[in-house]
C-alpha cells in the first residue's frame, strides 16, 4: 500500500534486550525522521535522515541507532532497551524542499513500546 | 521554556462553538506547521504556513511573523474534531527539522 507505515504497531520488550522498529515509505521521500511522544512533552526527535546513508542525531538520540541502506526504510534499533525508553514512537517523512507541491510531513501509524 | 507553546493545553467546547487554539514561538522561523492527532494515535497535517492566513473546510489557520504567533481556529466544531492538535516549527537553523509544541487536547461535547 502507498504512504508510510510502521511495525510493529505495538511491542512488549524486556529491559536490555534489543528492539527494532521498522518503517517503511513508498513515496520515495529524501527526508525520513523519527520522534518519541511522551506525557508532558511535545514530539522529540530522536534521529533523522536526509538521504540513504545519511543520518544525524536529533535531540534525544542516546540509546538509539538508525541505519537508512535504502530511501524507503529507515529501521531504529533500540541498542538495550530501557524503561524510560517506553514510549510511542512516530516515522515521519517529508520531500526535499521543491521538489513536489508540498513540504508537508507524512507520518505513520505509532508503535507503542513498553520496556518492562 | 520551550521554543513553542501551545494555548490552552486542554479545551472543551460544546457543539457549534467557535474554538481557537494558540501557538507562540521564540525563534525565527521559515514555516508553521498544524497538526492533528487522532484518539487512535494517527498524526496528521492540517497545514503549513508561512506568511498570512489559510483555510481548508472549517479550519482557518494564521500567522503572525512578526509577533511570532500563530492561531488555529475551528468553526461550528463538532464531534469528530476531538483530537490533540499539535504546532510545529522549521527554525531557519534546523533545516528540514521540526520543533513541536506539546499539544491542545480538544473535547468538543454534543
Known amino acids: 500500500d502507498a504512504g508510510i507505515t510502521q511495525s510493529p504497531r505495538y511491542k512488549i520488550t524486556e529491559t536490555g534486550r534489543q528492539v527494532t522498529l521498522m518503517c517503511h515509505q513508498t513515496w520515495s521521500h529524501s527526508y525520513m525522521f523519527w520522534y518519541r511522544q511522551d506525557l508532558g512533552h511535545g514530539l522529540r526527535l530522536i534521529y533523522y535522515s536526509a538521504a540513504a546513508d545519511i543520518t544525524d542525531k536529533g535531540e534525544v538520540s542516546d540509546g538509539y541507532v538508525v541505519s537508512r541502506s535504502k530511501t524507503e526504510n529507515f529501521p531504529l534499533t533500540l541498542e538495550s532497551a530501557t524503561r524510560s525508553q517506553t514510549s510511542v514512537y512516530f516515522c515521519a517523512s517529508k520531500r526535499l524542499p521543491g521538489q513536489g507541491p508540498s513540504d508537508e510531513a507524512f507520518f505513520g501509524q505509532g508503535t507503542r513500546l513498553t520496556v518492562v | 521554556k520551550n521554543e513553542v507553546e501551545q494555548s490552552p493545553q486542554n479545551l472543551t467546547a460544546q457543539e457549534g462553538e467557535f474554538i481557537t487554539i494558540n501557538c507562540s514561538y521564540s525563534?525565527?522561523?521559515?514555516?508553521l506547521h498544524w497538526l492533528q492527532q487522532h484518539p487512535g494515535g494517527g498524526i496528521v497535517s492540517l497545514f503549513m504556513?508561512?506568511?498570512g492566513k489559510k483555510k481548508h473546510g472549517r479550519l482557518i489557520a494564521t500567522i503572525n511573523i512578526q509577533e511570532k504567533h500563530s492561531s488555529l481556529h475551528i468553526t461550528a466544531s463538532h464531534p469528530r474534531d476531538s483530537a490533540v492538535y499539535i504546532c510545529?516549527?522549521?527554525?531557519?537553523?534546523?533545516?528540514?527539522?521540526?520543533?513541536f509544541g506539546e499539544g491542545t487536547q480538544l473535547t468538543v461535547n454534543p
Open positions: 525563534v525565527g522561523i521559515s514555516a
Open positions: 504556513l508561512s506568511s
Open positions: 510545529a516549527v522549521r527554525s531557519y537553523t534546523s533545516g528540514s527539522r521540526l520543533t
